[in-house]
Structures are given as structure tokens and as C-alpha cells.
């Protein structure tokens, strides 16, 4: 198994709601990692785990919660969000000094 | 360059030409660089990658050339195809877990 899988593929999502989004990798990539991408824009750094340890968080509202249960999973959750925050989120993994792998992403939208 | 707005820099091309997409880079510690392309509504795929002991790396029709005295990267795609079509991202690594991407360009390969 050489991807990494998102899910859901779409959310749309109220103001007060609670969601999670999910990401799975089977490739044994120690690190793994949250974008949010903006349409025109390159993806931007919001987390970083590393070993299941949260090594990186590029200064994201508190609103945006991650978690990393196993090797192979990580989530984000997602509480209290703004329409600002409508966007592509993007997962990403990585073996040591090599490429990151991106997953397809989630398309959120907060109405 | 950067990006305006929401205008990406955009290359048009015909079928079968070359393409060369430029990237400027900003750290001249970096020692790892990639180019990925992002067709729309898909995560990032990975192109090519070069590390910085190296000035040219060469795959199935990209060749990715790194100029270290300038800070440059380019992507090279031979006879470009309607599948190429998609936006380019150059990133740089300043350590083993962030990337750093460039603004982005879009290239278009018309008949």
C-alpha cells in the first residue's frame, strides 16, 4: 500500500458543529502531517507529528485539534470553525529524508 | 515570483513543446528540493526531487537543475502532453520535517 487515504472526501459543516477528518497511511512513514490550502494558493503548514508526537504547530487557532492515535493515523478535529476556515485540507506522510506523500484531501466548507 | 491576488504565474504551451517552469528559493542552507504538480481537486503528487550536492537530476521527461550561486530551481517537462496540464509547485526543505513551497505555477498546454 503505497497512498495516503482521507476521508471524508467533501464536508460541509455549521459554525457550532464538531467534525473530524481522518488520514491512514500503511507505509511505516514516521512522520505525518496537516495543510490547509486556500484555491490558488500552496498548501501552509498547520502540524507535525513525529513518532505519534506533536513536533510542529505553526501558531493554529485552538480550534483546529490534532491527533495522532496510532503509527498509521491521524486526525484532525474540528470545533467552532469560522467560514474562513473553508479550504482544502491536505494530510501528508513521510519516510525519513525522503519525499513527503500527499493524500487526495478534504474539501471543507463551513457555512 | 509572487503572486497577486489570486492570479498564479501561468506558462502556456503547445502540445509537444518543452516547458520550463523557474522557482526562486529563499534559504541558502536548504539541502533538499522538490517539484510536485497539483492537478485540480487532487492532494499534491510528487514529481522529482534533488538534493543540494547535486545540479542536475534527470527523470522520465522532467529534468530538475538546481542553481545554488542564484537560488534557482527549474523543472524541465519534454514534449509536454495535456496530462501535464496542472499547477507546479517547487518546495525546499530546511530541516527533515517542513517543507517550504513556492507560490505556484500554472501551467496550461493547449493543441
Known amino acids: 500500500d503505497t497512498e495516503v487515504t482521507q476521508t471524508p472526501k467533501h464536508l460541509v459543516m455549521g459554525m457550532t458543529n464538531k467534525k473530524s477528518l481522518k488520514c491512514e497511511q500503511h507505509?511505516?512513514?514516521?512522520?505525518m502531517y496537516w495543510y490547509k490550502q486556500k484555491a490558488k494558493k500552496p498548501p501552509e503548514l498547520m502540524f507535525v507529528?513525529?513518532?505519534?508526537?506533536?513536533?510542529i504547530n505553526e501558531s493554529v487557532p485552538s480550534r483546529f485539534s490534532p491527533e495522532c492515535p496510532n503509527s498509521s493515523l491521524l486526525n484532525l478535529h474540528l470545533h467552532a470553525l469560522q467560514p474562513e476556515d473553508s479550504a482544502l485540507y491536505l494530510c501528508?506522510?513521510?519516510?525519513?529524508?525522503?519525499?513527503?506523500?500527499f493524500g487526495p484531501g478534504t474539501r471543507l466548507t463551513v457555512l | 515570483g509572487e503572486s497577486v491576488g489570486l492570479h498564479l504565474p501561468t506558462l502556456s504551451v503547445q502540445e509537444g513543446d518543452n516547458s520550463i517552469i523557474n522557482c526562486a528559493y529563499s534559504?541558502?542552507?536548504?539541502?533538499?528540493f522538490i517539484w510536485y504538480k497539483q492537478e485540480s481537486g487532487k492532494g499534491p503528487q510528487f514529481i522529482i526531487d534533488?538534493?543540494?550536492?547535486?545540479d542536475k537530476r534527470q527523470g522520465q521527461r522532467v529534468t530538475v537543475l538546481l542553481n545554488k550561486t542564484v537560488k534557482h530551481l527549474s523543472l524541465q517537462i519534454a514534449a509536454t502532453q495535456p496530462g501535464d496540464s496542472a499547477v507546479y509547485f517547487c518546495?525546499?526543505?530546511?530541516?527533515?520535517?517542513?517543507?517550504?513551497f513556492g507560490t505556484g505555477t500554472r501551467l496550461q498546454v493547449f493543441p
Open positions: 501528508a506522510s513521510r519516510a525519513a529524508y525522503n519525499e513527503q506523500f
Open positions: 507505509m511505516g512513514h514516521r512522520a
Open positions: 507529528y513525529s513518532y505519534e508526537k506533536l513536533s
Open positions: 534533488i538534493r543540494s550536492n547535486m
Open positions: 534559504n541558502s542552507a536548504s539541502d533538499y
Open positions: 518546495a525546499e526543505n530546511k530541516n527533515t520535517d517542513k517543507l517550504i
